[in-house]
């Protein structure tokens, strides 16, 4: 049978299943919800705001085809399309596989010989090619007896004569007319002039626009906005359609480098990463920062985080997004409660520590490849002026997540081990997508090669090994697991209280060390302070000197220094002399002369003390507030519990009760291509097919049928037999009745099952209910 394709949705119907399936996998946007019928998924794909987003998906070559079909005559053939485009037979493959993807997309529909753009095209792009409206256009707003006076004037009969009198007309209108064509040559084709529609004649023209209005080489189509009609454009183009057309991205070069000194390098910047990311949360479990009114995280947290990590603020930046990304990191709280709302770790961050530090970092990876967040906007301001925090809504940018994907895409599209310049990477997904411009989409383009390379992705400025197994949807964290750097289990402690980790340290020393000493400085190696302080840091943590020191001569490949020795049991010495406990709060001490001395300090007397017993001082503050107020008078107090043992008051274990992001240890995914599952755009096809039936199902006319209880159900087993359509009358439960179109699968139970036509759903009826059957002219 012939299926007549005048229209484009006969044109779709006219369309296989394989044909279908791919128009959804390419913009699955379409079935969402899966439409009724052909006419409406033609309608719904030739919607402008879909017509704008497949235009979005195209790169610069498919782009410039459906502008040339936009340009030239409707319908036109591949050969016109072939000649208006490119003369150069080597161009010829590219041009039949682009035609062949637009007609995939169906933005082009037809055959060779009548192709057509779909409807809602032309609003779209308005100025196809950087060309103007036909001549009919362009002067269909003039009134009729200004555009007789127009060609009265030029001695022609209709708008239709101008293009054979354009040289002439041009020549004519002299060389700074000319000048002023040449500007509107190659688009856009509208320019600003006052007085626009001002009544002009070829004797009254003076200045070069008025003559070329007068000779319809321009058309006025408001008071202050002129137009280059398009078969001017051409004909001053010399019949060309682009200047030139490129039908391949442009290189992407660089700098070479071997494979395995970029994945070496991204395995360092990813190891990095991940101790940084657990650096930042314990700190920030023990000193939690605060959450903004507005939300997010505080210009001086963010500061204050970047100097204690010793990180630039926009990495700073960068782990914290990243962190809350990936579920570590969450608000708890709320500003009404008596601590305020703070930033602390997610209840899923013990999860994720106990995992490998590959699989920890694949986690950060993908986090970081979805989120619509962008870290790069932290601390700048928006359109008001506004500043932007991190962490707040501002950040958010949907479409970050789509650039880091073409960007890493474009990395992957180089030479590997070859490090392409900003400028390339940018050129070549501008070529890719060219409708998806601007000044955000450049600095995103920006940002993701810096933050790439922060958290390995890249190595040396190449996308690493690893990376390429992330986007491919491979194991990364296999493949990052073989470059990683060797962590190490040993320090060496110096006498001048620093400790020098030559590499990596595993994760227990990592973060004992720095528990009980300050980071100093970072590289190839890190080097630790110790001081009374972060001794003080350690204690408080319940960490007692005889097993601090036991740690450090285990993992020091050097004696332990005596000065260390002596810093550390100095400080356990004075720690716990005094205890904290409640009254609101008081103050023990087993030597009375140190309760006097703090009497004595006049800064003690916001402390609002008073002495109950000679061991024993009173407070009415609260027993944080008075444990860490005698800190910063140079005590080192312990809080004592009712009962008078030490309570361990560093809060390394504070979680958020909250938990935010994609984090799910048990079911980690990996970041694959993103796409419609198979099988949903099978069923899609499969439920338009029936809609599309049902359209064409039409109930016979008059009252629905009648029939005989037995002889209804008998006939109906038949039809099932037979697979059979049937028409039935059907009485619901508000006792109305109408008439059904359907296809009988089986009778059981009291129950008809059944493939109601007139619906496009398989449906139960109820055997009381249905009042007779008749067959279906046409059924078999």
């Known amino acids: 049978m012939v299926v007549s394709t005048e229209t484009y949705a ?12 791919a128009l959804f996998e390419a913009r699955p946007e379409l079935i969402t919800p899966v439409p009724a019928d052909m006419g409406a998924l033609a309608a719904r794909a030739s919607a402008a705001s879909a017509v704008s987003r497949a235009l979005d998906r195209l790169d610069r070559l498919a782009l410039n085809v459906f502008e040339a079909l936009l340009v030239l005559p409707t319908p036109t053939t591949y050969d016109d399309l072939l000649t208006a485009v490119s003369a150069e037979p080597a161009t010829g493959a590219r041009i039949r596989e682009t035609v062949d993807r637009l007609r995939t997309l169906a933005l082009v529909w037809g055959e060779d010989e009548t192709l057509r753009v779909v409807p809602g095209g032309r609003q779209v792009i308005p100025h196809p090619a950087g060309l103007g409206p036909s001549l009919r256009e362009a002067f269909a707003s003039y009134p009729s007896d200004r555009l007789a006076e127009l060609l009265d004037d030029l001695g022609l009969e209709s708008v239709d004569d101008i293009p054979g009198r354009i040289a002439v007309l041009i020549e004519d209108a002299g060389p700074e007319a000319r000048a002023a064509l040449d500007r509107l040559t190659w688009g856009p084709p509208v320019g600003r002039v006052d007085g626009a529609r001002r009544p002009v004649s070829l004797a009254t023209a003076a200045s070069p626009i008025e003559r070329l209005l007068a000779r319809g080489l321009l058309a006025a189509t408001d008071d202050r906005t002129v137009t280059l009609p398009r078969e001017v454009g051409l004909h001053l183009r010399g019949g060309r359609v682009f200047a030139e057309l490129r039908t391949a991205p442009p290189p992407l070069d660089g700098t070479a480098r071997p494979r395995s000194l970029v994945d070496r390098t991204a395995g360092g910047q990813a190891f990095t990463f991940v101790r940084t990311i657990e650096d930042l949360l314990d700190r920030w479990g ?17 500061r204050a985080t970047a100097t204690e990590l010793d990180v630039p603020e926009w990495t700073a930046a960068l782990l914290i997004e990243v962190a809350y990304a990936a579920g570590l990191l969450a608000r708890d709280g709320d500003h009404e409660g008596p601590a305020g709302a703070a930033w602390l770790p997610g209840q899923a961050y013990d999860l994720w520590r106990l995992r490998d530090v590959e699989r920890r970092w694949t986690d950060l990876a993908n986090a970081w490849l979805l989120t619509d967040r962008a870290p790069g906007l932290a601390g700048e301001r928006d359109d008001r002026d506004r500043l932007i925090n991190a962490l707040s809504d501002e950040a958010v940018r949907v479409s970050a997540p789509q650039v880091r994907r073409s960007v890493l895409g474009a990395l992957g599209d180089a030479e590997r081990g070859t490090a392409p310049r900003a400028e390339e990477i940018f050129a070549y997904l501008t070529w890719q997508q060219p409708r998806r411009g601007g000044i955000l989409r450049e600095r995103l383009v920006g940002w993701t090669l810096r933050e790439a390379e922060v958290l390995g992705v890249t190595g040396l400025g190449a996308l690493s090994g690893h990376a390429r197994a992330l986007l491919s949807g491979g194991d990364a964290a296999k493949a990052l697991a073989t470059v990683l750097p060797e962590p190490v289990d040993h320090v060496l402690i110096q006498a001048d209280l620093t400790a020098v980790a030559p590499g990596p340290l595993v ?3 990592a973060r004992e060390l720095a528990l009980a000493a300050d980071v100093e400085s970072t590289g190839g190696a890190t080097v630790y302070r110790f001081t009374p302080q972060s001794v003080r840091r350690a204690l408080d943590a319940g960490r007692g000197a005889s097993e601090l020191i036991d740690l450090l001569k285990r993992h020091s490949t050097t004696d332990l220094p005596q000065p260390l020795t002596y810093l550390i049991e ?3 010495r004075r720690h716990g002399r005094l205890r904290v406990g409640v009254a609101s709060a008081y103050v023990r001490c087993d030597d009375p002369a140190v309760l006097d001395e703090i009497l004595a300090d006049r800064r003690s007397d916001q402390l609002r003390l008073h002495r109950l017993a000679p061991t024993v001082l009173a407070s009415r503050i609260s027993r944080g507030e008075l444990l ?3 800190r910063t008078l140079g005590y080192a107090p312990v809080a004592e519990s009712p009962e008078g043992s030490v309570v361990v008051t560093r809060l390394d274990a504070r979680r958020a009760e909250t938990t935010h992001g994609t984090y799910e240890p048990a079911h980690h995914s990996q970041v694959g291509v993103a796409g419609p599952d198979p099988s949903v755009v099978t069923a899609a096809v499969r439920a338009l097919r029936a809609g599309e039936n049902a359209a064409r199902a039409t109930v016979p006319s008059g009252a629905p049928p009648r029939s005989p209880a037995m002889a209804m159900v008998k006939q109906l087993r038949q039809a099932a037999d037979r697979g059979a359509r049937v028409w039935i009358g059907y009485l619901d439960q508000q006792g109305q009745a109408s008439s059904r179109i359907i296809e009988p699968a089986r009778v059981e139970g009291g129950f008809l099952t059944a493939y109601d036509a ?5 449906q139960r009826f109820a055997l009381h209910r249905i009042t007779g059957v008749a067959e279906v002219d046409g059924s078999s």
């Open 10 to 21: 006969d044109w779709l119907r006219a369309r296989d299943d394989d044909d279908l399936r």
């Open 628 to 630: 860490e107020s005698l």
């Open 286 to 302: 023990v000193a939690a920062p605060g959450v903004l009114r507005g939300g997010g995280l505080g210009i001086r947290d963010l």
């Open 570 to 572: 100095d400080v356990a």
């Open 507 to 509: 994760s227990d020393l």
């Open 758 to 762: 007139t619906r496009a759903a398989v």
